[in-house]
């Protein structure tokens, strides 16, 4: 995807306001450019030398060293020799992590995560939609996230197909895609799907807990009949194809085990019912998401072979959530169920570990236990457990170093790395911002003389009447603003009703 010069003169100032911590790089002043992030060097070999490492693995939590070949890890142990040309880390007084993983995200999703305009949209896929160049991507790096589960909303009883990434930021879309992995598709149940917090929705269907039941019912008896369908024209290749049918094609994935359910859930009775309906179809739920009465089902959750992805301590924000308790998590996870905490936020995902660190506080979950809830845990859920999730030898080297206790308040990350490449390392990043602040006060002073000289601050491309960035530019999980702010137009020519001329 080329990267296009979107941004007036004015927009990269406010931006470089906002967002002191972004590595601009050795670019001129003012070129939108410098919002390219070159892609890391991936050493031939890397060793982090007498760091505590927490593998979340076999292993466990040791004083010891890591080294990476190749983008993967290759030891775990100690006393490991550095190859020849190795980069080595001191990690003295440091401790190592796997990468965090945010089991529930709606980061990088341009346009909104919704497709509201049906009640069953399984056609509808993320990836096709996955924004890489927001800077949500570089700040939860900044947090030691490497991978996210990019999730359809929870408009719809039946919604679309999600997409696992990974953080590698400065790439197109397509490469941020983990590939050759099972998807998943997200389902939704309570208030969301019904619409009962929209305003009045006569004309919507289902708008009560029971006709969410029988539509999820009612499709995947329609996707048993397509599947029958094309079975016997596949045998005889007899007449008339049948039709194909996007939406009900997704479902059958789901049919053939072939694609996993991540379904929005709240209280137990749903989470009980849906069950019920996979076990009457023959298919599995694999995660229930939010899951906030799941301790009231945790040991059918576990006999159906269903994992819970949670809030650590969210709860009480609807109706449907007032039965949710802090200690959901811990007890999920004591009675068997693969559990994880997720962010649903952008802005939380920059803090994944000390999410992590309330399992400790909410049920006494050991340390190493409780890590696993936003790193091996989380792999599982995505069905990538074989690749990411742990430190261990053949696995991704995807590691977080923190200057302490990884689930302390305190504690920083100090590097992120990805398939064994460095994309956050704080120090460069404290460095680079002097010079941010010096390209930013050049652009006010360019653009202050502009004024002076009785001239409009523009750039190249962006000097037509009504130029506006792309929708697409624009992170669905970003808080909303009036995008007047990034438009180099005439007053007259905005349309947005809250800056419209009052009328006397």
């Known amino acids: 995807m080329k990267r296009q010069k979107l941004f007036s003169l004015a927009t990269v100032v406010a931006t470089a306001c906002l967002v002191p911590s972004l590595v601009f790089g050795a670019t001129a002043a003012g070129d939108p450019e410098a919002w390219h992030a070159n892609t890391p060097d991936q050493p031939g070999a890397v060793l982090v030398q007498n760091a505590t490492i927490w593998t979340s693995g076999p292993q466990g939590k040791f004083v010891g060293d890591l080294l990476i070949r190749n983008g993967k890890v290759a030891q775990v142990g100690t006393d490991l020799s550095a190859p020849s040309g190795a980069v080595v880390i001191d990690g003295t007084g440091k401790h190592v992590t796997p990468g965090l993983i945010d089991a529930h995200s709606h980061t990088a999703i341009v346009g909104g995560v919704n497709e509201g305009t049906n009640n069953v949209t399984s056609e509808v896929r993320i990836e096709d939609v996955v924004n890489s160049e927001t800077v949500n991507i570089y700040r939860q790096l900044a947090g030691g996230l490497t991978a996210g589960n990019l999730l359809h909303g929870s408009a719809n009883a039946i919604g679309g197909q999600n997409c696992l990434i990974k953080m590698r930021y ?50 995947f008896t329609a996707a048993k009949d397509y599947k029958e ?52 179809m023959g298919f599995k739920v694999d995660t229930f998401q939010h899951v906030l009465e799941g301790y009231k089902v945790a040991d059918e959750m576990r006999e159906h072979g269903a994992m819970g992805s949670t809030f650590s301590d ?60 936003v790193t091996l845990n989380a792999a599982k859920q995505m069905r990538v457990d074989d690749i990411m999730g742990s430190l261990e030898a053949g696995k991704d080297a995807d590691f977080v170093i923190w200057n302490g206790h990884p689930l302390s308040t305190y504690s920083i990350c100090e590097q992120t790395w990805v398939d064994g490449r460095k994309y956050f390392d704080r120090e460069e990043d404290l460095a680079a911002r002097e010079a941010l602040l010096k ?47 990034a438009v180099s137009h005439k007053e007259e020519e905005c349309t947005h009703i809250e800056h419209q001329k009052e009328e006397k």
């Open 170 to 219: 400065g790439e197109d879309p397509e490469d941020l895609k983990v590939e050759g992995r099972m998807q998943g598709i997200k389902f939704a149940l309570g208030e969301n799907p019904k619409r009962a917090n929209w305003g009045e929705q006569d004309d919507h269907y289902p708008i009560t807990r029971s006709g969410v039941e029988q539509l999820i019912r009612e499709r």
């Open 229 to 280: 369908r094309w079975d016997r024209w596949n045998s005889s290749k007899k007449g008339t194809a049948p039709k194909r049918d996007f939406q009900l094609e997704a479902l059958v994935e789901i049919l053939d085990g072939k694609r996993q359910i991540h379904c929005h859930s709240y209280r137990a009775d749903e989470i009980l019912m849906l069950m019920r309906i996979a076990d009457d």
């Open 314 to 373: 969210w709860w009480a924000y609807k109706f449907e959530v007032y039965d949710a308790i802090p200690y959901n998590g811990s007890i999920m996870w004591d009675r068997g169920v693969v559990t994880t905490f997720n962010s649903d936020s952008s802005e939380l995902a920059r803090r994944m570990n000390l999410e992590a660190a309330k399992a400790v506080k909410y049920g006494g979950i050991p340390e190493e236990e409780a890590l696993k809830f």
């Open 439 to 485: 390209e930013r006060e050049a652009l006010i002073a360019k653009i202050k003389d502009k004024k002076e000289e009785g001239k409009e601050p523009t750039v190249a491309g962006a000097d037509d009447p009504g130029y506006q960035m792309p929708e697409y530019y624009y992170d669905s999980a970003e808080t909303s603003v009036c995008k007047c702010a």
